[in-house]
């Protein structure tokens, strides 16, 4: 029997995991002056780049534009997460650095992703996981 796939439908479902990705982090991580994006932006950087990072790098590691990356950043400075220190030969670029108050609610922050992502995935085993990860990677490729 000779199966197929439609291209089409494939592409639907990843649109729809998405979609559903974004609800997720909107219904878990929301805070009441934070989205879900916001709060999952800032456990990145508390993960990955706990000691700085540039919205360049940012931008390529979450494949978002540097314009979006951008106004989250600028709108988690307003409220007081996240702040620039210049660079001393570039003015341009402006290394990314949390604040206090991030680093006293970054506790709190990183249980809730914690219990989001376990809920999301706990219906992968683990090479489930392996597996979606290396076909999400040769679709990004």
């Known amino acids: ?14 649109k729809k995991m998405a979609v559903q990705l974004e609800i997720q982090l909107e ?13 999952y932006l800032m456990v990145h950087i508390l993960r990955h780049h706990p000691n700085g990072t540039y919205i360049t790098g940012l931008c390529n590691e979450i494949g978002v534009s540097k314009t979006t990356m951008s106004l989250l950043i600028k709108k988690l400075r307003e409220k007081d ?5 210049k660079n001393g030969t570039d003015d341009r670029k402006k290394q990314i650095l949390l604040t206090n108050k991030l680093r006293q609610e970054a506790a709190a922050f990183l249980a809730k992703a914690d219990g989001m992502e376990q809920e999301i995935c706990s219906n992968l085993g683990m090479e489930e996981r392996k597996q979606l990860m290396m076909i999400e990677q040769k679709i990004l490729d």
Do not use: I, K, P
Request: charged residues 25%; glycine residues 4%.
């Open 1 to 14: 029997m000779n199966e197929t796939v439609d291209d089409e439908a494939l592409l639907l479902l990843l």
């Open 81 to 85: 997460y996240l702040s620039f220190q």
């Open 27 to 39: 219904h878990h991580l929301r805070e009441e002056d934070l989205s879900g994006v916001q709060v």
